[in-house]
């Protein structure tokens, strides 16, 4: 509790969910227009990336940014030559996060709000969670999805996506000392959908082995309800590791949300946006103030109630 002021601390719990992370932004927005301001703000995967952008004064340049780019920007992070170690161009990447979420040098010690990124240790399955330290560095681990991204090492440990182990850090804000946690759940129906809803067609647009990885990505990113004529046909190799990610993610929010609630849950729909249809930034942003919109009363009303149980 904020002795200052008597009002309940905030925390601002925002999981991973790849592009439709986006809508994480909108979340902020609306909260920060209602006057309701997250005292801690812990994320996971893309969550830690909007987190980290919003703490650091970034998020503005961010959204500006995401609005303006096309699929074809999106893509050239994966015009690359391909490694063992994953598809994504990493120069590009740490560009991209130095320009729109955090300086190389900007600590999270330093930040004004406490920050929290979650990651995997890789050798142990334990989650990792960064209070201190380079906060690119923190988003760079926590956002390392096993096949897109390298492993990140720090601190002699190799470490990926934050969201094999905890995607909605609901215990991180706990933790941090949160009175109450405002959780954004971005894969909330996601299975709810039909399966064989219509999807864009995208053309290859080149040969050979580039041409190829390229047009494995766009398929990576509209794989979620792919476009596919026989329902006997097997899956491609990036619609089942979307899925694989979908299902092992749902399944492990549902579990850890049970055990370590929410006080308010924000679901976006947002099911309907591909893992890597970062380009559909706008309809994210505006569902994500949407889902705050609907969830207004009851974030109100718990905020009195617990501030009032401090009188």
Not at 151 to 177: F, K, M, T, Y
């Amino acid at each position: 509790m904020n002795k200052e002021s008597a009002s309940p601390t905030i925390g601002l719990a925002l999981g991973a969910g790849a592009s439709r992370g986006w809508s994480h932004i909108g979340v902020i927005k609306a909260l920060l227009a209602e006057g309701i301001e997250p005292d801690i703000v812990c994320g996971t995967s893309v969550g830690a990336i909007i987190g980290a952008s919003y703490v650091a004064g970034n998020m503005q340049n961010l959204e500006d940014w995401v609005l303006g780019s096309s699929r074809s920007d999106v893509l050239r992070f994966f015009d690359i030559k391909f490694s063992k170690s994953g598809f994504v161009d990493t120069g590009r990447l740490n560009w991209f996060l130095h320009s729109y979420v955090a300086g190389d040098d900007q600590c999270i010690e330093d930040m004004p709000k406490k920050f929290a990124a979650v990651s995997t240790n890789l050798e142990t399955g334990r989650e990792v969670w960064f209070t201190r330290g380079g906060i690119a560095n923190a988003v760079r681990a926590s956002m390392a999805m096993p096949g897109l991204f390298p492993a990140v090492r720090i601190d002699e440990r190799w470490l990926v996506d934050g969201g094999l182990v905890n995607p909605v850090p609901v215990s991180v804000c706990h933790a941090l000392g949160a009175d109450v946690v405002i959780a954004v759940n971005l894969n909330a129906g996601i299975f709810a959908k039909r399966r064989n809803e219509s999807r864009e067609v995208v053309q290859p647009d080149g040969k050979g082995v580039l041409g190829s990885i390229k047009q494995q990505a766009r398929d990576y990113s509209n794989s979620i309800f792919p476009n596919r004529g026989k329902h006997d046909e097997a899956p491609g190799l990036f619609h089942a590791i979307a899925n694989s990610i979908n299902i092992f993610q749902d399944r492990i929010t549902r579990s850890r949300l049970a055990g370590d609630p929410a006080d308010v849950l924000l679901a976006p729909k947002v099911a309907h946006i591909g893992m890597l249809e970062f380009h559909r930034a706008a309809e994210a942003i505006e569902e994500g103030e949407r889902s705050v919109k609907r969830a207004l009363q009851e974030i109100r009303g718990l905020a009195d109630l617990v501030s009032n149980s401090s009188d």
